[in-house]
């Protein structure tokens, strides 16, 4: 069974998660680059985007402490959880970003925040091997999707692609982390599922 604690642990993490401004200890990638000007269409898309980014990392908050709750072994719970404050940075980010080009979050971050929660307990029960197997091909589909925002991106807009990329460089290096410690490749149909999942919160959020 598991710990109380823990439960009251996630929940505080939750609350900082959508209400408190998240911290990051690098620099903002692109930080020193010129802050060049955007047409209203070109502020609008990149706004998107970078929402759809935030919300993504919301979802990753949300996912990696599920599957740390659950998580037998605990040496994988240590990666989760240090994975879990790696995506905390892309959090201040894309916040950061957001804020700065006049744009809002998602209005149901806390929708996303609680259904990847959800999954992150179910993949943790599985077993660590398909737990980290369900994180890794999770890295996976989000590089993907952030390559596609490097060329959905405005060209001009040097800032958020340099957040953009180093985004795409760090989850690589945790599918990377969750092949090395026993992650078990996922049957196809799970990752259609995953795959179709994914495309619903990515189309809601670029709107709403």
């Given at each position: 069974?598991?710990?109380?604690d823990?439960?009251?642990?996630?929940?505080d993490?939750?609350?900082r998660?959508?209400?408190?401004?998240?911290?990051?200890?690098?620099s903002?990638?692109g930080k020193n680059?010129?802050e060049?000007?955007l047409?209203?269409?070109?502020?609008?898309e990149?706004?998107?985007?970078?929402?759809?980014?935030?919300?993504?990392?919301i979802?990753a908050?949300?996912?990696?402490q599920g599957?740390?709750?659950t998580a037998?072994?605990?040496?994988v719970?240590?990666a989760?959880?240090q994975a879990?404050?790696e995506?905390t940075?892309?959090?201040?980010w894309?916040?950061?970003?957001?804020?700065e080009?006049g744009?809002?979050k998602?209005l149901l971050?806390?929708?996303?925040?609680?259904?990847?929660?959800?999954?992150?307990?179910?993949?943790?029960t599985?077993?660590?091997?398909?737990?980290?197997?369900?994180?890794a091909?999770?890295e996976h589909?989000?590089e993907?999707?952030?390559?596609d925002?490097l060329h959905r991106?405005p060209?001009?807009?040097?800032?958020?692609?340099a957040?953009v990329?180093q985004?795409k460089?760090?989850e690589?290096s945790h599918?990377t982390m969750?092949?090395?410690?026993?992650?078990?490749?996922?049957?196809?149909p799970v990752?259609?599922a995953?795959k179709m999942g994914?495309?619903?919160?990515?189309?809601?959020?670029?709107?709403?």
């Amino acid at each position: 069974m598991l710990n109380i604690d823990k439960f009251i642990i996630g929940f505080d993490n939750a609350l900082r998660t959508l209400m408190v401004p998240a911290q990051t200890l690098r620099s903002v990638p692109g930080k020193n680059l010129p802050e060049n000007d955007l047409t209203d269409d070109d502020r609008k898309e990149s706004s998107a985007l970078m929402r759809v980014n935030h919300v993504g990392e919301i979802c990753a908050q949300a996912l990696y402490q599920g599957q740390a709750l659950t998580a037998r072994n605990q040496e994988v719970q240590n990666a989760l959880t240090q994975a879990a404050r790696e995506e905390t940075e892309h959090l201040a980010w894309t916040e950061r970003r957001l804020t700065e080009l006049g744009g809002r979050k998602s209005l149901l971050n806390p929708f996303w925040y609680g259904g990847s929660f959800a999954i992150g307990l179910v993949a943790g029960t599985l077993g660590d091997k398909w737990n980290l197997g369900f994180l890794a091909e999770t890295e996976h589909q989000v590089e993907a999707h952030l390559a596609d925002h490097l060329h959905r991106l405005p060209h001009q807009d040097l800032k958020s692609r340099a957040i953009v990329a180093q985004m795409k460089i760090d989850e690589a290096s945790h599918a990377t982390m969750a092949i090395s410690h026993g992650g078990m490749e996922l049957p196809l149909p799970v990752k259609l599922a995953m795959k179709m999942g994914s495309t619903v919160m990515t189309r809601t959020a670029y709107w709403v």
